[in-house]
């Protein structure tokens, strides 16, 4: 049973643009806190924005701060990562994640905190 359900993946030229969505039609996103992480094969999964149940506050891994922007809409029951600027290095499978417990930053940064996974989209950026 898939609970989380990423789209938006696909090839992009570096300093373009994508714009990653995940749902569910099975959990009541108002209820978790929603992380991204991403993965390279042969590497562990890396954080990538977090935001807390309200949306009120976000957490970025540096590399990505002031490039990806996590939003939320609880009533759509949606999470979405816009990622501008991409480079090379923002090529990986990227993943949707649901947390139900409360935590501080670095909890939340670590994919320990999340119960709840999507299967990931690829995320390829060319030069």
């Known amino acids: 049973q898939v609970l989380l359900a990423e789209s938006g993946g696909g090839l992009v030229q570096a300093g373009g643009s994508l714009r990653l969505s995940c749902a569910s039609s099975?959990?009541?996103?108002?209820?978790?806190?929603m992380g991204w992480f991403r993965q390279v094969p042969g590497r562990e999964r890396e954080f990538v924005a977090a935001?807390?149940?309200?949306?009120?506050?976000?957490y970025y891994r540096p590399s990505v701060e002031g490039r990806f922007t996590i939003a939320r809409d609880n009533a759509g029951n949606t999470v979405s990562l816009q990622m501008n600027g991409l480079k090379l290095e923002d090529t990986a499978i990227y993943y949707c994640?649901?947390?139900?417990?409360?935590?501080?930053?670095?909890?939340?940064?670590?994919?320990?905190?999340?119960?709840?996974w999507g299967q990931g989209t690829q995320v390829t950026v060319s030069s």
């Open positions: 994640a649901a947390a139900s417990q409360a935590g501080t930053r670095s909890y939340f940064m670590s994919k320990y905190a999340y119960e709840t």
């Open positions: 099975e959990l009541t996103f108002a209820n978790y806190f």
């Open positions: 935001i807390s149940w309200s949306g009120e506050t976000t």
